[in-house]
């Protein structure tokens, strides 16, 4: 089993970036996906998360500004993040999860730069 986060990289604040996580060896579809960030001296916290049957929910910091969405077909689900600002400057992490299963990617960063 193998999760492949990327899409990370350096943007201006008020910029755009697209993280993608892309599964293999697992059947996507069943799996729910959450993404994590960690930040230099925090601890690890949940940003946002899509289920297997695609309903979302986000960390009200996030709410209006990021976007996840999944395409099975391509085994991937995608954190759109918009309006980004500093604070978010963070490893992202993705976690694929069902029942006792539960899989984690290698992290991207995202650094925004004010």
């Known amino acids: 089993v193998q999760l492949q986060a990327s899409g990370g990289g350096l943007v201006q604040a008020g910029g755009s970036l697209r993280l993608s996580c892309a599964a293999s060896g697992i059947i996507f579809s069943a799996y729910a996906v959450n993404w994590y960030r960690q930040a230099p001296g925090k601890q690890r916290e949940l940003v946002a998360g899509?289920?297997?049957?695609?309903?979302?929910n986000y960390a009200d910091s996030v709410k209006g500004r990021f976007t996840l969405s999944r395409d099975n077909a391509k085994n991937t689900v995608y954190l759109q993040m918009d309006s980004l600002n500093p604070e978010v400057t963070a490893v992202y992490y993705c976690n694929a999860r069902m029942y006792i299963q539960n899989y984690w990617g290698q992290g991207t960063l995202v650094t925004v730069s004010s």
């Open positions: 899509i289920t297997s049957a695609g309903s979302t």
